[in-house]
């Protein structure tokens, strides 16, 4: 039985680019997250490329960016 990660399989969107910079350890916590994510839906993609999931679970998880953001509108 394979335990189940939080992020489902990528979706297919339009993107945009985008260049940051980030500490190390938080990168190296990235890359071995993106292997899990590569075994679990058996994919080859890098760590910036599921990078736009994670932090769009983030804000969707967060009730009082969600909050403000429906203010916005």
Same mark, same amino acid.
């Given at each position: 039985?394979?335990k =189940?990660? =939080?992020?489902?399989?990528?979706?297919? =969107?339009?993107?945009?680019?985008?260049?940051?910079?980030?500490?190390?350890?938080?990168?190296?916590?990235?890359?071995?997250y993106?292997?899990?994510?590569?075994?679990?839906?058996?994919?080859?993609? =890098?760590?910036?490329?599921?990078?736009?999931?994670?932090?769009?679970s983030?804000?969707?998880?967060?009730?009082?960016?969600?909050?403000?953001?429906a203010r916005?509108?």
């Amino acid at each position: 039985m394979s335990k =189940k990660i =939080k992020l489902g399989p990528p979706p297919n =969107k339009k993107t945009a680019k985008m260049s940051f910079v980030m500490p190390e350890e938080e990168l190296k916590r990235l890359s071995d997250y993106a292997a899990l994510y590569n075994a679990t839906y058996e994919t080859a993609l =890098k760590p910036g490329e599921i990078l736009p999931q994670i932090v769009a679970s983030f804000l969707d998880g967060d009730a009082a960016y969600r909050q403000w953001a429906a203010r916005q509108t």
